[in-house]
Antibody, heavy 120, light 110 residues
């Protein structure tokens, strides 16, 4: 069964850093573009970043967040620096439907999410 | 990267059909056939319902259908059921080689 499990969320002060992880299982992780999508409390979905043969970032996180992957560990990461209150959200990792590394979506498998709260 | 425009809410009675619109620009919805729709129930992760405008993933009911005209995409749910209640988000690839979601639509089954 295909499964994604996020971890690493928590409470962090403004300006702080946090690294999220997403452990994947049940598919050939290295063959798929993987992404992070977030959802602020009571708000809609916002695409954050993706990694395949290239990396892609939303303007709102460019220069502050870094996406990476370790295919030997089947794990996706999101390093988040210079965190702001508006980064408070549930962060989901998501797998691309197609088994190709160019392009971003659509997303057919999602994790359960990990909550990040940026507050003093 | 402005969000695509969706109605905040729609409603319908069991058995009826409803349509949710998703309006973008020629740089996203209008320029590519890479529109998807996601269903989200409270406290749950989103679920892919439609991809590439009109295709259903395996396991998704054929009561769900998608279409597009110009820069507006639509999701139609026929034979509305109580379990269809939830939030629906459209999504599109963009000319900036990124993706963008709509603001979301809350579907209420009366």
């Amino acid at each position: 069964e295909v499964h994604l499990l996020e971890s690493g969320g928590g409470l962090v002060q403004p300006g702080g850093s946090l690294r999220l992880s997403c452990a994947a299982s049940g598919f050939t992780f290295s063959s798929y573009t993987m992404s992070w999508v977030r959802q602020a409390p009571g708000k809609g979905l916002e695409w954050v970043s993706s990694i395949g043969s290239s990396t892609y970032y939303a303007d709102s996180v460019k220069g502050r967040f870094t996406i990476s992957r370790d295919n030997s560990k089947n794990t996706l990461y999101l390093q988040m620096n210079s965190l702001r209150a508006e980064d408070t959200a549930v962060y989901y990792c998501a797998k691309r439907l197609w088994e190709v590394l160019n392009g971003i979506g659509p997303f057919d498998i999602w994790g359960q999410g990990t909550m990040v709260t940026v507050s003093s | 990267q402005s969000a695509l425009t969706q109605p905040a809410s729609v409603s319908g009675s069991p058995g009826q059909s409803i349509t949710i619109s998703c309006t973008g620009t020629s740089s996203d919805v209008g320029g590519y056939n890479y529109v998807s729709w996601y269903q989200q129930h409270p406290g749950k992760a989103p679920k892919l319902m439609i991809y590439d405008v009109r295709n259903r993933p395996s396991g998704v009911s054929n009561r769900f259908s998608g279409s597009k005209s110009g820069s507006t995409a639509s999701l139609t749910i026929s034979g509305l059921q109580a379990e269809d209640e939830g939030d629906y988000y459209c999504y599109s690839y963009t000319s900036s080689n990124t993706v963008v979601f709509g603001g979301g639509t809350k579907l209420t089954v009366l």
